[in-house]
Nanobody, 122 residues
Framework: QVLLVESGGDLVQAGGSLRLSCAAS????????MGWFRQAPGKERELVAV????????YAADSLEGRFTISRDVAKNTVALQMNSLRPEDTAVYYC???????????????WGQGTQVTVSS
């Protein structure tokens, strides 16, 4: 069993930055593929970024235009999402998720955190 706890969500003005963190317990993230997803009000949950279990491969949605970066700290068993140049459309609940597979498919992520709210004001 893997427990994921997100933190770092906040209210921020457009153009600002936030860093989300996801603390994992129960298994080392060096054996897990970690992803960040988000769900805006009235919309389906979407993939934001993924980092593979071997750590050298990352993916971020094209729509983010390079503004978000995923990283991990194996020693601390945490995964971070650095978000820069935030826009009002980035407002959503951000979820951390873990999978035993290297996948972009939301359905293959077995473990989920409770989510953290990010609100970007214009």
């Amino acid at each position: 069993q893997v427990l994921l706890v997100e933190s770092g969500g906040d209210l921020v003005q457009a153009g600002g930055s936030l860093r989300l963190s996801c603390a994992a317990s129960g298994r080392t993230i060096s054996r897990l593929n970690m992803g960040w997803f988000r769900q805006a009000p009235g919309k389906e949950r979407e993939l934001v970024a993924v980092i593979t279990w071997w750590g050298s491969s990352t993916y971020a949605a094209d729509s983010l235009e390079g503004r978000f970066t995923i990283s991990r700290d194996v020693a601390k068993n945490t995964v971070a999402l650095q978000m820069n140049s935030l826009r009002p459309e980035d407002t959503a609940v951000y979820y951390c998720a873990a999978s035993g597979q290297a996948t972009l498919d939301e359905k293959r992520y077995e473990y989920w955190g409770q989510g953290t709210q990010v609100t970007v004001s214009s």
